[in-house]
């Protein structure tokens, strides 16, 4: 069987393989693999030293505190701290906090608990754990959205 320029079919099914795998191996090799973690430590305004990786949506820190002390969660929620990014209409202000909070992971839903809730503390911005946020004040705050 040929094809419309005169070569086997074969050939240009081989070669149409080859320039997939090259393609293939090119995108990949542009790409950096990342383990799938990006753990940051920080400090809020109560005075909780705390780690989160960034990677994992629901932003689950790990704090130097129980969060029993802070949150009290119905059955089938686990207590927890959680980063949180607060909106204050009045400034048009985001804010970074840390929360307790209950996670109810059989509903997929995080119930923040206001109340304990304490500022992200920084000194410079690679304190703010985003790159949205900047260090104003000691606080971290994004006032761009």
């Given at each position: ?23 293939l191996?090119g ?10 973690t ?25 704090c ?6 802070v ?30 909070a ?14 304990s ?9 690679l ?5 949205r ?7 971290c705050?994004?006032?761009?959205n």
């Amino acid at each position: 069987m040929e094809n419309t320029i005169g070569r086997p079919l074969a050939l240009t099914l081989r070669g149409l393989a080859l320039l997939t795998t090259l393609v293939l191996a090119g995108a990949s090799a542009g790409c950096e693999v990342s383990d799938g973690t990006d753990v940051r430590s920080y400090t809020d305004s109560a005075g909780r030293s705390c780690t989160v990786d960034l990677f994992d949506i629901s932003y689950t820190a790990t704090c130097d505190a129980d969060p029993t002390t802070v949150v009290t969660c119905t059955e089938g929620q686990e207590p927890a701290f959680v980063l949180d990014d607060d909106y204050d209409f009045e400034t048009e202000i985001w804010t970074l906090r840390s929360c307790g909070a209950c996670i109810d992971r059989a509903a997929r839903t995080t119930y923040t608990d206001s109340p304990s809730c304490a500022l992200v503390d920084c000194e410079t911005d690679l304190d703010c754990l985003h790159d949205r946020y900047t260090c104003m004040g000691g606080i971290c705050q994004d006032l761009g959205n």
